[in-house]
């Protein structure tokens, strides 16, 4: 039997990868439908061959969806997610509004897919984006030999921003591409006209990605998601995560840098056996975010000692941030609510 699916944010940047992906796939659609702002409905969006005309998602009926996926923000999903799950749908969404709620689990589909079991507001989240690619690669590690700290530097591409941050990206290059002798004397930087970062990021690196937390702790809200994300995942409270992250002009792929402590050694072949075997990952010598764009794993390398932990561990990953930092993974949760 087919199943009627709702993809909220259909015009966006990840909303539309969802659609290419549920096509991609062979998702076993019956019926789709397409939501997006007052802005953008009556807009048509093109899928299989089939012309869809954009829904207004703000004054739309839910009723008759069995799945809906949401790319439409924390606020939009605060004020629909629970009104289409009171239709009888099953809310699977990409923003930070519910992954911290007891009542919601918080799934990716390679490390905790049992978490999907216990759903009582009918609404699943899916994990930051560089969440995301950090939890394939640390589950396994974390299941053999414990994990009690982590320490992290994210390299996260510009479309972690949406659009505007690809189309800063865009624009600060043109006008820097012209004036590159000026560049390296430091002179003319302001002219870059930084809006949706906090520096120019275009030939540069902000360490500095998303809103600075008003608790006095100096945290992005990035920063805090990567350790409460962790910590709700895989099911260990007790992990320390230490996390500065940062911005660099790479349009799609987030990398991190991690060194993280175990509460046994774990020798780097040990590792490498252990994530050659991990679904979602893909162990390199040398993972870039260029080569992970695209892809559907997290890329794993640089795999050494580390001396400062007892037993300490260091790695790099890359993976893509859109797909299965997003897209990907609300498409797979889907598979497996339908399977059950």
Not at 142 to 152: N, S
Not at 279 to 289: L, M
Request: glycine share 8%; charged share 25%.
């Amino acid at each position: 039997m087919g199943v009627n699916v709702g993809v909220v944010g259909a015009t966006g940047q990840v909303g539309r990868l969802v659609l290419d992906i549920l096509d991609e796939r062979g998702f076993p659609v019956d019926r789709l439908r397409c939501f997006a702002s007052p802005r953008s409905a009556g807009l048509e969006v093109l899928w299989r061959d089939r012309s869809i005309v954009v829904e207004d998602a703000t004054r739309s009926d839910w009723s008759g969806l069995d799945v809906v996926i949401m790319s439409a923000g924390k606020q939009a999903s605060r004020e629909l997610a629970p009104e289409i799950a009171g239709s009888g749908a099953v809310v699977i969404d990409n923003s930070s509004a519910w992954r911290l709620d007891p009542d919601v689990p918080l799934v990716v589909t390679e490390v905790n897919p049992e978490a999907l079991e216990r759903r009582p507001k009918g609404i699943v989240a899916n994990p930051n984006c560089t969440t995301m690619v950090a939890m394939p690669v640390l589950a396994p590690l974390h299941r053999a030999a414990g994990l009690r700290a982590v320490v992290a530097s994210s390299y996260q591409a510009v479309s972690g921003a949406g659009r505007r941050g690809n189309d800063e990206l865009a624009r600060q290059l043109e006008k820097a591409a012209s004036r590159a002798d000026d560049l390296l004397r430091g002179d003319g930087v302001s002219d870059l006209e930084a809006a949706v970062f906090a520096k120019p990021i275009a030939f540069n690196v902000v360490p500095f990605a998303g809103s600075l937390l008003d608790d006095g702790s100096g945290e992005t809200d990035e920063e805090r998601k990567l350790r409460d994300e962790t910590r709700k995942i895989l099911a260990a409270p007790h992990v320390r995560v230490s996390a500065t992250c940062v911005r660099v002009p790479v349009w799609c792929g987030h990398s991190l840098a991690l060194t993280a402590d175990f509460d046994r050694s774990l020798e780097p072949d040990e590792a490498r056996r252990l994530l050659e075997k991990a679904p979602g990952v893909r162990v390199t010598e040398c993972p870039t975010p260029l080569e992970a764009a695209g892809g559907d794993v997290t890329l794993v390398g640089r795999i050494k000692r580390d001396e400062v932990f007892e037993n300490g561990l260091s790695l790099f990953l890359s993976g893509d941030n859109l797909r299965k930092g997003a897209a990907l993974n609300a498409v797979q949760i889907a598979e497996l609510i339908v399977e059950k």
